[in-house]
């Protein structure tokens, strides 16, 4: 026992259920990693999915997030995905939500469902670029099938709740069997790169961000490859890494980063595969063992990267583990048991310096990569078939620089090598230097990846160092560079507002006396950090009265997404305006729509402590009951009205024409104890009614309330069913006789009396049921009153 105790604690956990607390450890079966991000690990298990936080990994005691079991779901740092399939109607729906952890404990929070028809769905894929722009892609079957359409849906943190379609057309070579879609986002061409498999095809292609376009790169067959036909089964993406599942092994392949050339890397058997990309190691299952490849720069200009196998491993594979860093594995199995792995990695592989090449027939280089380059520049490629092959020169190449000149020996263009790679020279700085392309702030700093400083447009450097799990700090960075450009614009321009921000933070508070330019602009912004009350102040004196002017504050109501957006319409601007509000931060603007004098301008802002949880928790505790109280009270009223609706409805059953009735039933309002005994007995003597004790048994109808009153009938009540079966509370048909004096029809299905006695036999029917129900009663048969 206590060496089982010892196992159990060093090399296995117990899976607890944040929300329940349930130990659900058992059902931690046949799973696999789906994704990480900075903090958790997603699993997709045989019976559930679950976040797994990665500081509780060594824990004895692990507190997840479960949720149900969906056809996939995919973890992009903050976004997560999860496909619902509907197998009766074909129908799709992609359901996002986003991570972070709250004040109160939750870990996820919905954001919406995009739902998909009538379309045969073959893949989907999130992929996160650098924290401000999530990209889900969506492949599906158009009518004709020689072509599909191609659906992207990019998801700014800020904008989660807008899906903006852009859908592009992909002619196919084949009946459009998609095979597998894969995609990654390209930090070097600011592009998504979108790989999208066939039977024995890889389509290879280009949505470039700088002009939001989408372009066909390439095209390779499996056989150029394998020297034999093959079939795709599947694809997987590791960045730039290229996983195939074909009939008869597994083809790793590499996509250059400039030009998007694929490069065949190894080819393994059919075992199952794990690969992390980040440390460029390689883990297959081989029986009881495990196989450790890693991928490593080759240093001949032929071959940009190439495979080695480093170790074998005792210990059983898995299809999740962890990656420390390039020696240390943490092995994940099934009920959450545990194996750490250590690996002696030597990294000072002895390579040679120098690059001998010898070839017997000449390497010619991939004219699609050529054509596609070409394309950028509006021209054609031309060749001269009529030079002869430099390969004696090219066996005695010893550089390990790519020689371009000799590749493309036939072309008259003017090329450089760049990471084993030809690329023509006029586009080496548009590729790998887009920002520069960008001429003013605005346009800069709306492209991924760029920042405007010092009027020029440089690559982003800050955005590798966010944390790209915060829905918060990707959000007030992104946006914060937009407003930064329009307080330079303003700037520039001679605004009257050239505040300093620190100074503002500090003092809170700003006054201005002058001119004033038209459309002028000014906005302060103060990030408190915490939840906390704001009492903002501005007032404006003007010489030109009234001035019109827009005022606006977006407000921070949630630290984890960008403020909303409220405008205002000042009553009197020469009053000091008053805005009381909660938040985390506030951005308030004033624009001047024509030219004015100002004698004074005032803004300032107070902020009060931050709010406690406590204070946060009795807030909402108050909150709840006050909507419950006026839920209740809401109730009560809809019920009175409904209670009043209806004996409106009772009364006008009541024929106020009618004058004289049988002598049984006189008008005569109100009624009088004595004559309202001899109505109703007369009522009884001619069995327009029946009275008796209240049983369910005997309800014609199964009515299970009276309908004057609406209180449920009791045993100990008597009740009055009238000729065609409905039942009342005795009492509150009596009352009702003596308000109204008479009775013409039922007050539910208006059977006329004056036909009922002139056509008794058609009641028969009822009539016997009733008194058939009485006479089974034992009960109630000595009770009935004739």
């Not at 054509?371 to 490629?381: A, S």
């Not at 330079?488 to 330019?517: D, L, V």
């Amino acid at each position: 026992m206590i060496i089982l105790l010892l196992i159990q604690t060093c090399y296995s956990s117990s899976l607890f259920d944040n929300s329940t607390n349930n130990n659900i450890t058992d059902l931690f079966t046949r799973c696999k990693m789906k994704g990480e991000n900075q903090d958790n690990l997603l699993f997709q298990c045989s019976q559930l999915n679950a976040l797994i936080p990665k500081s509780q990994l060594f824990e004895e005691s692990i507190y997840i997030y479960s949720f149900n079991k969906t056809e996939d779901v995919q973890l992009s740092n903050m976004l997560l995905s999860e496909l619902l399939i509907d197998p009766e109607t074909q129908s799709y729906q992609i359901k996002l939500l986003v991570l972070y952890n709250s004040y109160y404990g939750d870990l996820l929070q919905m954001i919406q469902s995009l739902s998909i028809n009538k379309y045969q769905f073959y893949n989907y894929q999130t992929t996160v670029i650098d924290g401000t722009l999530n990209m889900i892609g969506l492949l599906m079957s158009h009518v004709n099938e020689n072509y599909i359409t191609c659906y992207f849906i990019p998801i700014h943190p800020s904008r989660v709740n807008s899906f903006p379609l852009k859908a592009h057309n992909f002619s196919c070579n084949s009946t459009c069997e998609i095979r597998g879609f894969s995609q990654y986002y390209n930090k070097q061409r600011n592009s998504l790169i979108i790989l999208i498999a066939e039977e024995d095809i890889l389509n290879l292609l280009e949505y470039s961000f700088m002009d939001q376009q989408l372009r066909f790169v390439s095209q390779y067959y499996i056989s150029e490859f394998l020297d034999k036909n093959d079939i795709i089964l599947k694809t997987q993406q590791f960045e730039d890494y290229l996983l195939v599942e074909l009939k008869t092994c597994k083809a790793l392949f590499h996509i250059s980063s400039i030009i998007f050339e694929v490069q065949l890397l190894y080819i393994f058997s059919k075992s199952s595969i794990f690969v992390d990309h980040k440390t460029n190691l390689i883990f297959q299952k081989s029986y009881q063992q495990t196989y450790v490849y890693s991928i490593d720069n080759n240093p001949y200009w032929l071959i940009q990267k190439q495979v080695n196998q480093i170790q074998i491993l005792d210990v059983p594979f898995t299809s999740s583990i962890i990656v420390q860093n390039d020696r240390q594995f943490i092995f994940i199995y099934d009920n959450f048991h545990l194996i750490n792995v250590q690996i002696d990695r030597n990294l000072n592989i002895n390579q040679e310096n120098n690059c001998f090449n010898k070839f017997t027939t000449f390497p010619y280089p991939n004219s699609q990569s050529l054509e596609y380059q070409f394309q950028f520049l509006g021209e054609k490629v031309e060749q001269n078939n009529t030079k002869i092959q430099p390969l004696e020169e090219l066996q005695n190449y010893t550089s390990c620089i790519k020689p371009c000149n000799l590749l493309y020996f036939n072309y008259e263009i003017s090329l450089i090598p760049y990471e084993q790679q030809c690329i023509i020279s006029e586009l080496y700085q548009q590729f790998t230097d887009y920002c520069s392309l960008q001429n003013n702030c605005m346009k800069c700093n709306n492209q991924i990846g760029c920042n405007w400083e010092n009027d020029f447009c440089h690559k982003e450097t800050q955005m590798y160092q966010i944390d790209l799990s915060s829905n918060e700090q990707s959000s007030k960075w992104y946006y914060g560079k937009l407003w930064r450009c329009e307080e330079m614009q303003q700037q520039s321009s001679q605004a009257f507002c050239g505040y300093n921000q620190t100074e503002f933070s500090q003092n809170k508070e700003f006054n201005y006396q002058g001119q004033i330019r038209k459309g002028q602009m000014c906005s302060w912004f103060f990030d408190a950090n915490e939840l906390q009350q704001f009492n903002l102040f501005f007032k404006a004196d003007l010489v030109n009265i009234p001035s019109f002017i827009q005022i606006s504050i977006c407000l921070g109501l949630n630290k984890n997404e960008i403020c909303t957006q409220m405008n205002f319409e000042p009553l009197d601007l020469n009053q000091t305006q008053t805005y009381p509000f909660k938040g985390y931060y506030f951005r308030y603007t004033i624009i001047f729509i024509e030219d004015n004098l100002a004698n004074n301008i005032q803004f300032s802002f107070q902020n009060s402590a931050p709010i406690s949880m406590a204070d946060r928790l009795k807030q909402s505790l108050l909150q709840m009951l006050a909507w419950l109280f006026c839920g209740i009270l809401l109730f009560c009223i809809m019920g009175y009205m409904a209670k009043r609706r209806l004996q409106y409805l009772v009364a006008q059953t009541i024929d106020n024409d009618l004058i004289q009735m049988a002598p049984y039933m006189q008008n005569q309002v109100p009624l009088s104890i004595d004559r309202l005994k001899i109505v109703m007995q007369n009522l009884i003597d001619q069995e327009i009614i029946t009275k008796y004790p209240s049983d369910p048994s005997l309800l014609l109808y199964g009515e299970d309330s009276c309908a004057f009153c609406f209180d449920q009938f009791d045993v100990s009540q008597f009740v009055a069913q009238l000729f065609c079966g409905h039942v009342y509370h005795y009492d509150c048909f009596e009352d009702w006789i003596r308000i109204k004096g008479m009775l013409d029809k039922c007050p539910i299905c208006n059977q006329k009396v004056d036909h009922f006695l002139a056509n008794k036999e058609e009641f028969a029917i009822i009539k016997s049921q009733i008194l058939v129900r009485i006479n089974e009663s034992e009960k109630h048969t000595t009770h009935l009153i004739e």
